[in-house]
């Protein structure tokens, strides 16, 4: 396997990941994840040197923005700089209720 060829597959795996964990927690998402796969089988024939390395970079720009996206949330969720406050009190009670051994109840919702 060639060292491009490895590059392509570790950014992949952590675009992967990072869609998964950021974007597509649940199951009714994952059209986030195999449009992800399929950019990445429509390109695996380009040539053009130049134009893989700018689809590598596309890629891990996004990557890094999911990311970087994701923990500036948990830095305004820790300062309590929240816009929406219902996901961080549940956080917090789901913290402190397991601090003492108890478990939150899962809210119904139709």
Wanted: glycine share 2%; proline share 3%; aromatic share 8%.
């Amino acid at each position: 396997m060639s060292a491009e060829a490895l590059q392509v597959a570790k950014v992949y795996h952590h675009l992967l990941r990072a869609v998964k964990k950021h974007v597509a927690k649940e199951d009714r998402a994952r059209h986030f994840k195999e449009y992800v796969a399929e950019e990445f089988r429509n390109n695996c024939k380009l040539s053009d040197p130049s134009s893989i390395q700018q689809k590598i970079k596309l890629a891990h720009n996004y990557t890094f923005l999911l990311n970087s996206v994701h923990h500036h949330q948990d830095l305004l969720f820790s300062y309590n700089i929240a816009v929406d406050r219902s996901d961080e009190m549940k956080k917090v009670l789901g913290k402190s209720a397991a601090s003492v051994g108890l478990q939150l109840p899962e809210v119904y919702q139709p």
